[in-house]
């Protein structure tokens, strides 16, 4: 069983008529006739003739009119549901056939329905209705807030229940006494009154009113005046100029000071009630004498002529800013130019990665640790770290593209809005080049993206990085799927983003510039990324869109993975990704040479290089140049920076722990007791650990010994002794340190010993560094080399220095650290280079270390490669082998040479090693190893490809 409460609306007043047309259209004649009602039911209407007149028969429910012609109506005062269906008129002498029927119903809608289930009522309500769910014999339902559109005929039906068992009931709104107004008319500039007759006392009712305005300008009406109650407090808005009358009570007048053209039309009082009556009043002001006419026209000519002057001069400064405008860009255009290929001499030729040097988003923290100021590197979040790497890796890929193909082309990365043309001088301040900030400011969701290709030949390419990751973890792996799609999402949006901000940003140079949008996963396969794109079609559609592929097979020529970037043809792979989906060529680049040049000067100038803070609290540029990039990343490397394992072994010098010390290295010493530092254990002997037996005999001797030593061998530890294992370096980049010939000297027999580090978690270092560079000595007759060992090659010494001069051991025109400018290059705001200056390079920060056998300073003197660096103008020291602290000798500027057999402990910038004589006293990749890591910034490594050598 189900009740049922039904709503029918069949016309505001709920009447509805039934037209009957007698059959054939023919003039009724005096006969019998009848109108059958509902199927199944008796005749609503039954009429006869009697005596010449006619008299009817009507059901309860219905009326009619008593004249009658070619049709009848029938009139349902109040239509109900028991009333719907199939009327019919007959006529005494018609057949059936003959009769014509018509179907009446009604509007009608559910607003409650209730059913039974296993003892349980479901009740569906509908809106603006509500039901209290007790049901007996009898069932409430609630409107809280009534209109027009509840009225109409209620109706309470059950289930199983004839249409006839059931009653209507409707139901009406009273809309109570109607309000009017009045408003005479009145001559142009007098006083009117305008008059509201609101039928109620406002102020005993409370009832909230306005007084709406219409005319040709507001067509749809404006409140001249809005009263609302608050707090038994009549607050009321009125329309500047007018005023209204007070206490309102039955009436309310609206008084007009001075009327004029924008007062007429017509007026509406009304109160702000469910139901309203309200009637027009119409406002029409007389023009007047022709005096009043006169009057007005004299006044409007001259205010007429004002403004056109001074929309004039409105006008004609707007058109002096806009040119003084255009002349300011013109010239910013043109400093900007000057200004990049003064940068970048070589800019329509090479390869250029600006910055120069990825730098890693760290936060560090300025502590005082034994009396020194330290920095401490906070812990980033994994996330954040996966990125960065992955970042550097592709970086990293494309540097190894540029040194193999010296492709003519730009790598933008770190790049943000907000650095984009952000150091213009201030006289250029009112220049019109596009800003991102015109962007923004419509694209609340805009995010920068990873890094930017302006590649002379194909275009512009711009690339996102995502660090997403998968395992063969079944739970981590629902995880990490979950993060590859969200990473998807997010790469779609920002490549996006992207292409919207550089057309905005090039709109000026070349609106129709292409942009090519790429997505990087270094560390996610191809297959996993198809298994990905499969499962989630919205995803793979919008990537597909994104980067404009054609079918989603070739997913792999936008979307980059694992497979491309980390195979062993990875150079390869790049170029095909480059050159795919392009129409220029090495005679008809998709960039003119001005075009290229024009968005350069923007993206990678020196109005756009972005300011860099250093651990030590340093606020530099970033470096835009070889030369720069590494000076920085050896001063990064070589800054007191204590990482998050160390901060558990300071010591806690605060007042009252240093009193504690004092006491008891007082009490030690005056017991005997020994404090002993050792910064680097040694020296390595393979067949004799002297430094450990140093050790025990110590202990031995001073049983109350403290020493602390610190060493990269695990064998140079005494028996029972304390150990802390340090897994991750921190003193050289991890671009070195991940480097396949230095991972495998790490690997071999002389190196057995040394505590490894773990390639794959290097830890959080300032930046990756830059990439290893290699000279191979094949020997003679191969390729222009020559006899014996590298340092007496002179093909392999002309490439050292080669690459001594790439690092800017000359004089650096690019270097604009030096604050010169000129007049017709002065762009950058000058009170930003006050500390602003990149760390440059001196010939002090290069190291030369040879294999060469036991042998005097004048044997290295001797040598090639010594000779060909001083033919070329280096100050070339050789430093005392047979000194203990070689670090000292090291003054002047000079480019200082040691055989790396005896060399330990110093650390240099740029370290050249030079393979040569194997020693015959220390294991030579131990020697090789303590080489090439005491660089922290630039390693070039003469590597010896040559089988033999004959005695030179």
């Excluded at 290089?609 to 990343?633: E, F, I, K």
Aim: charged share 20%; proline share 4%; glycine share 6%.
């Amino acid at each position: 069983m189900y009740l049922l409460a039904v709503a029918t609306h069949p016309s505001p007043d709920n009447k509805q008529s039934v037209r009957i047309q007698p059959p054939m259209g023919a003039m009724v004649p005096r006969r019998h006739f009848l109108i059958l009602g509902v199927t199944g039911q008796d005749a609503i209407l039954d009429c006869w003739w009697l005596g010449g007149q006619m008299d009817c028969y009507s059901a309860p429910g219905y009326k009619h009119t008593m004249s009658i012609s070619r049709q009848l109506t029938v009139t349902i005062p109040r239509a109900a549901a028991n009333q719907t269906g199939t009327y019919a008129c007959q006529v005494a002498g018609y057949s059936s056939g003959q009769l014509s029927t018509c179907d009446f119903s009604i509007q009608s809608e559910s607003v409650l329905t209730c059913t039974w289930d296993q003892g349980s009522l479901t009740c569906n309500t509908a809106r603006d209705y509500q039901f209290d769910r007790r049901i007996t014999n009898t069932a409430t339902v609630k409107i809280p807030k009534v209109s027009a559109s509840h009225t109409g005929t209620y109706s309470c039906q059950l289930a199983g229940a004839a249409p006839g068992d059931y009653e209507d009931c409707v139901f009406r709104l009273d809309r109570g006494q109607a309000t009017s107004c009045d408003i005479p008319s009145v001559k142009l500039m007098e006083p009117a009154t305008l008059t509201c007759d609101f039928g109620v006392d406002i102020n005993k009712t409370k009832t909230n009113f306005n007084i709406v305005h219409f005319s040709d300008q507001h067509r749809q009406g404006v409140d001249v005046l809005k009263c609302v109650w608050q707090h038994d407090d009549l607050v009321c808005d009125v329309t500047s100029g007018l005023e209204f009358s007070r206490p309102v009570t039955d009436r309310l007048a609206l008084t007009i000071p001075r009327a004029n053209d924008s007062h007429a039309g017509k007026y509406l009082c009304q109160l702000q009630r469910t139901t309203n009556n309200a009637s027009f009043c119409a406002f029409i002001i007389d023009s007047g004498s022709n005096n009043s006419v006169s009057v007005v026209v004299a006044v409007l000519i001259p205010l007429f002529i004002l403004v056109l002057i001074v929309v004039g001069v409105i006008l004609y400064r707007r058109h002096r800013l806009r040119k003084y405008a255009t002349d300011q860009t013109q010239r910013l255009q043109e400093s900007l130019s000057v200004s990049i290929r003064t940068m970048y001499p070589d800019i329509l030729t090479a390869c250029y990665f600006v910055p120069s040097l990825y730098i890693n988003r760290n936060t560090y923290t300025k502590v005082e640790v034994a009396g020194e100021k330290v920095v401490v590197m906070e812990a980033a979040p994994d996330d954040t770290l996966r990125h960065d790497h992955a970042i550097q890796h592709v970086l990293n890929c494309l540097r190894h593209l540029a040194d193999r193909d010296q492709q003519a082309m730009f790598v933008l990365s770190q790049f943000t809005c907000d650095d984009y043309l952000a150091s213009v001088d201030e006289q250029f301040a009112h220049h019109k080049l596009p800003m991102p900030s015109d962007l923004t400011r419509r694209d609340k969701d805009y995010e920068n993206f990873d890094v930017l290709i302006v590649h002379r030949q194909y275009g512009v390419v711009v690339v996102v990085v995502k660090a997403s990751v998968c395992t063969a973890d079944m739970g981590v792996e629902i995880r990490d799927n979950e993060r590859v799609v969200q990473d998807l999402r997010e790469a779609v949006k920002q490549l996006d983003g992207a292409e919207r901000m550089l057309k905005h940003l090039m709109a000026d140079v070349r609106p129709d510039t292409t942009i090519r949008k790429t997505l990087m996963l270094p560390n996610l396969s191809l297959k996993f990324l198809k298994e990905i794109l499969g499962k989630h079609q919205c995803e793979a559609e919008a990537l597909r869109h994104c980067t404009g592929l054609t079918e989603l097979f070739d997913i792999s020529g936008e979307c980059l993975c694992a497979d491309q970037l980390h195979s062993d043809n990875m150079v390869d792979q790049l170029h095909v990704w480059l050159q795919r989906h392009t129409t220029g060529s090495s005679t008809d680049p998709i960039l003119s040479e001005n075009n290229y040049q024009t968005i350069l000067s923007r993206f990678c100038g020196v109005a756009t290089r972005p300011y860099l803070t250093l651990p030590d609290g340093r606020r530099v540029c970033t470096p835009s140049s070889l030369q720069q990039a590494v000076s920085l990343t050896g001063e990064l490397f070589n800054g007191a920076i204590i990482h998050p394992e160390h901060q558990q072994l300071e010591v806690d010098l605060e007042k009252k722990e240093m009193k504690k010390i004092i006491k008891k290295i007082t009490y030690l010493a005056a017991s005997g007791g020994l404090f002993i530092l050792v910064d680097d254990a040694g020296p390595y002997r393979e067949d004799q650990l002297l430094f450990k037996s140093f050790c025990e005999q110590l202990v031995a001797d001073n049983p109350k010994l403290h020493l602390w030593a610190a060493s990269c061998l695990t064998h140079q530890t005494p028996n029972g002794w304390d150990e802390k294992h340090f897994h991750r370096t921190v003193s050289c980049p991890p671009a070195i340190l991940r480097d396949e010939n230095v991972l495998m000297l790490a690997q071999k027999n002389g190196c057995k010993n040394l505590v490894k580090w773990d390639p794959d978690n290097i830890g959080v270092a300032p930046t990756e560094g830059l990439p290893v560079k290699y000279v191979y000595h094949h020997g003679h007759g191969v390729q222009g080399h020559g006899h014996g060992y590298p340092f007496a090659c002179e093909k392999c010494c002309h490439d050292v220095i080669t690459l001594l001069k790439a690092l800017g051991f000359e004089t650096d025109a690019r270097d604009i650290g030096d604050n010169r400018q000129t007049a017709s290059t002065a762009t950058v705001n000058s009170s930003n280079w006050e500390t602003a200056s990149t760390p440059r390079l001196h010939l002090t920060d290069v190291l030369l270390l040879f294999e060469h056998e036991d042998c005097e300073d004048t044997d290295l003197y001797n040598t090639k490669l010594c000779k060909i660096l001083q033919k070329f103008g280096f100050s070339v020291k050789v430093g005392n082998n047979a000194e203990s602290d070689f670090s000292s000798q090291i003054v002047g500027h000079h480019l200082w040479i040691s055989n790396a057999t005896h060399f330990r402990g110093l650390k240099r910038k740029v370290v050249v090693y030079v393979e040569g004589q194997r020693p015959s006293n220390v294991p030579l990749e131990w020697m090789r190893l303590r080489g090439v890591t005491s660089c922290t910034s630039q390693l070039i490594w003469v590597k010896d490809a040559a089988l033999s050598h004959p005695e030179t």
